[in-house]
Structures are given as C-alpha cells and as structure tokens.
C-alpha cells in the first residue's frame, strides 16, 4: 500500500459493530493502521469492555442516532443468534442504507457459508438468512461476504474444531481426507476485512481469502513442520459416521450445540465449505500467515 493510497484512504470514516470482540478489537487497530476515522458503534454495557487504545482513537457512539451519518463503510464483527447476526444486521443495513453508506461488511469470517444447504451448520444458517434478506434491504449499499476458510488459531483449529489434540499428539480424520481446505488466522482475516473496508475500488460481494490451502494429510505434515513432532492420525470414520454423529449430538437434549464444531469441521473435511478463487492479490501488503508458521509460534509459546 503506498503512502498515496494511505493518503487517499485516510479520509474514509469507517463505522465498526462489535469491537468489543476478539475479532473486533483486531479489526479496529488495522482499520487505524489503514488510515481510517474510526467511529464505533458500543452499547453501554459493553463499553467498559473496549479497549483502551482503540477507544481513544475513536468516535464512540451508543446508539445508532448519527452513527451512520458520513459513513464510507460499515464493517459488522458481532456474534450471536438470529437476534444478532440476522434481525440486528438489517436493522444496521437499512440504516446505513438511509444514510448513503457504500458499503458493509457482513459478519461472516467463516469457510464458504454459501456452499451448504439449510440445516448442515446452524450458525450458517443464520448468515445465509440475514444474506438472504439483505437483497431486498440493501438499496445502493454494497453487501460483502468475507470468507477466509477456518480459523487456524489456538482456540479453533487447535481447540472448537477438534480436529486436533496436542496434548495428545494425535490429528483426528473424518472420512478420506482429500478435500482441499482454506486456514486463515484471526489477525490475517482482520487485515483483510480492514482492506476491503478501505477499498476505493468496486468491491465483489463474496470476496475469498486465505492463508493455506491445505488437504488433511497436508494439513497434518505443516502442523508436524511448526511443532518439530510427528502427530498420530486417528480415524473416527466415514462422513457417513460424522453425519450421524452430528445427529446424535443435536438430540442430545440440550439443544445441539455440542454438535456445531463438528458441522464446521464436516463442511471443511467435505468440500462443501471450500473457498471460491482466492482473491489474496487484491491486496498484496497482506502476506498470510501459513499454518507451519503459526503452529511455530505456538510451539514456541508466542502464539
């Protein structure tokens, strides 16, 4: 990104939802580092939940009266229900599309939600719905899909997925493995969402990103390369299996949610979540973090 680029962008006030988060907070300090005017939009229970830094760089606003007002973009990183990611995101469309914002970005950060039918992954679901409903909402704003495949990082790819178990030095495979998957950190994804916020250019409304590109044997051979270990595959069976087991866990009687990091892992593991061409060369100051790498520092303890 030139100095001419960051010169042109440093006019862009960008409006974020949900800097509160993990996901957020990373967002709001590379949407600084890009040059934006940074106004978040914080309730008040949870502005005692901000960070900092990022709160004094920023307009703070906790309700949406104004909010929109001179907006470029509004970038949306809330999680929940369909309360949330469904009713509350069109209630911020049509708000954004009131006060002629360009463009929002849609809390998605996930494998291609798009490529699975209703029921296969709950919160999915969900996106797809509020996607679905934007067409008819969005007026001349831009609705964009971010998608960056799995999350690679500790707590999801080495944690929710379950789809390892270090501890244990053991790599857990559902069917045959030969699926080509996308991983993306949290910082990478953030980088990314700052970047299409900042966009000058038209913008696709599903935009691919990621890091590596990975089937499950070679995902398990850079996990092997960052740790400096073998791992032990275990397989647990066929998709077929993983299928069923999914439907136990959803009449487990609580509610189903014990089977929702296997619906992320199966729409990886199937193919169905797989990304469309990836669109990393759009902006090319961001160089991706591969898995060997992150699982080094992990090793390493800086991770």
């Given at each position: 990104?030139?100095?001419?680029?960051?010169?042109?962008?440093?006019?862009?006030?960008?409006?974020?939802?949900?800097?509160?988060?993990?996901?957020?907070?990373?967002?709001?300090?590379?949407?600084?580092?890009?040059?934006?005017g940074l106004r978040l939009l914080v309730r008040p229970k949870s502005r005692s939940k901000l960070d900092a830094e990022i709160a004094a760089k920023s307009e703070i606003f906790e309700d949406e009266e104004g909010a929109f007002d001179n907006v470029h973009t509004v970038v949306s990183a809330v999680q929940g229900g369909p309360a949330?990611?469904?009713?509350?995101?069109?209630?911020?469309?049509?708000?954004?599309?009131?006060?002629?914002?360009?463009?929002?970005?849609?809390?998605?950060?996930?494998?291609?939600?798009?490529?699975?039918?209703?029921?296969?992954?709950?919160?999915?679901?969900?996106?797809?719905?509020?996607?679905?409903?934007?067409?008819?909402?969005?007026?001349?704003?831009?609705?964009?899909?971010?998608?960056?495949?799995?999350?690679?990082?500790?707590?999801?790819?080495?944690?929710?997925?379950?789809?390892?178990?270090?501890?244990?030095?053991?790599?857990?495979?559902?069917?045959?493995?030969?699926?080509?998957?996308?991983?993306?950190?949290?910082?990478?994804?953030?980088?990314?969402?700052?970047?299409?916020?900042?966009?000058?250019?038209?913008?696709?409304?599903?935009?691919?990103?990621?890091?590596?590109?990975?089937?499950?044997?070679?995902?398990?051979?850079?996990?092997?390369?960052?740790?400096?270990?073998?791992?032990?595959?275990?397989?647990?069976?066929?998709?077929?299996?993983?299928?069923?087991?999914?439907?136990?866990?959803?009449?487990?009687?609580?509610?189903?949610?014990?089977?929702?990091?296997?619906?992320?892992?199966?729409?990886?593991?199937?193919?169905?979540?797989?990304?469309?061409?990836?669109?990393?060369?759009?902006?090319?100051?961001?160089?991706?973090?591969?898995?060997?790498?992150?699982?080094?520092?992990?090793?390493?303890?800086?991770?």
């Open positions: 990104m030139t100095a001419q680029t960051q010169d042109q962008e440093a006019s862009k006030t960008v409006l974020l939802i949900g800097a509160t988060g993990h996901l957020g907070g990373m967002i709001a300090r590379e949407l600084l580092k890009q040059g934006a949330t990611i469904v009713e509350a995101q069109l209630t911020w469309l049509r708000a954004a599309r009131d006060a002629g914002v360009q463009r929002f970005i849609a809390s998605d950060y996930s494998m291609n939600l798009f490529g699975l039918n209703d029921g296969e992954n709950i919160h999915s679901d969900f996106r797809r719905a509020f996607a679905s409903r934007a067409e008819s909402e969005r007026g001349d704003v831009g609705v964009v899909h971010l998608l960056n495949g799995a999350f690679l990082d500790r707590g999801v790819l080495f944690g929710f997925l379950g789809a390892f178990d270090l501890d244990k030095g053991e790599a857990y495979l559902w069917g045959d493995g030969d699926a080509k998957m996308e991983f993306t950190t949290f910082a990478d994804t953030a980088a990314y969402a700052a970047a299409v916020a900042m966009d000058d250019r038209p913008v696709p409304d599903e935009i691919y990103v990621a890091g590596d590109v990975l089937t499950f044997d070679e995902l398990v051979s850079e996990a092997e390369a960052g740790l400096g270990r073998s791992l032990t595959v275990k397989k647990l069976g066929t998709l077929a299996d993983m299928d069923a087991e999914i439907d136990r866990r959803q009449a487990d009687g609580h509610g189903g949610f014990s089977a929702i990091p296997l619906m992320y892992w199966r729409a990886m593991l199937s193919g169905k979540g797989r990304l469309g061409p990836l669109m990393n060369d759009r902006y090319p100051w961001i160089q991706p973090t591969s898995v060997r790498h992150y699982v080094a520092t992990m090793a390493a303890g800086t991770a």
